[in-house]
């Protein structure tokens, strides 16, 4: 389908290994956010790009997490040493900023990729 | 941002109104009111959108006082399948701004037949 596709939907790892979880955006759609979320809690903000650029980094949780988005399309959240406290849901979502004057900002999220660390 | 407070949970038999609260006491004057819909295992889903006043569509109604400090998602005659946790979220529309929208806990609802 045309929605937001996220890979791998499921990911178990050893602590202290390196992880990388994609996301492949709505078509033309600019905006790109990564969330997080744990069991019963809502998503939690990490990362926001407006093209190829972090324009919001600010939840990002410590230099461990690092996202790109090099051609304003397809981004990748990378985790460096990962940690039994990283285990979640890691939910994208992209949005079409600007434009016509009834866009409502939507988010369109993925399915998300589920990682366990061991 | 502005921070809101909603139910954590709810219950409702099939066939019935659902009403859920938001309060959103300190709203901007350029904020406008979300509501998303998620699923187990999925990602939220866009429910409805509105500044002020009364928004209906297929699938809800929003119900927004003149000091817009609350709000009210109704979801009519609900059946097994609106079981789903339903976030209200406060913020501007990206095409005035970078601001990322927070979710909140969300309210579980759950429906009964």
């Known amino acids: 389908g045309a929605g937001v596709s996220q890979t791998p939907s499921n990911k178990v790892t050893e602590k202290g290994k390196y992880v990388e979880l994609r996301c492949d955006p709505i078509?033309?759609?600019?905006?790109l956010y990564w969330y997080r979320q744990s069991l019963g809690q809502g998503p939690e903000f990490l990362i926001y790009f407006q093209g190829t650029g972090a324009a919001d980094d600010s939840g990002l949780p410590n230099d461990r997490f690092f996202a790109v988005r090099p051609e304003g399309s397809v981004s990748t959240l990378k985790i460096q040493r990962t940690e039994r406290g990283d285990s979640a849901v890691y939910l994208c979502?992209?949005?079409?900023?600007?434009?016509?004057?009834?866009?409502?900002?939507?988010?369109?999220f993925g399915e998300g990729s589920r990682l366990t660390v061991l | 941002l502005a921070k809101t407070t909603q139910p954590v949970s709810m219950d409702s038999y099939e066939g019935q109104e659902v009403n859920i609260t938001c309060s959103h006491n300190n709203i901007a004057t350029n904020d406008y009111i979300t509501w998303y819909q998620q699923f187990p295992s999925q990602g939220p889903r866009f429910i409805i959108q509105g500044y002020k006043t009364k928004v209906t569509n297929e699938v809800a109604s929003l119900f927004i006082p003149a000091d817009r400090k609350s709000s009210t998602l109704s979801l009519p005659r609900v059946s097994l399948s609106d079981t789903a946790v339903y976030y209200c979220l406060v913020g501007p529309i990206w095409n005035s701004g970078n601001t990322p929208l927070v979710f909140g806990k969300g309210t579980r609802l759950s429906v009964i037949a």
């Open positions: 979502a992209s949005s079409l900023v600007g434009g016509a004057s009834r866009n409502t900002g939507e988010l369109f």
């Open positions: 078509s033309g759609h600019t905006a």
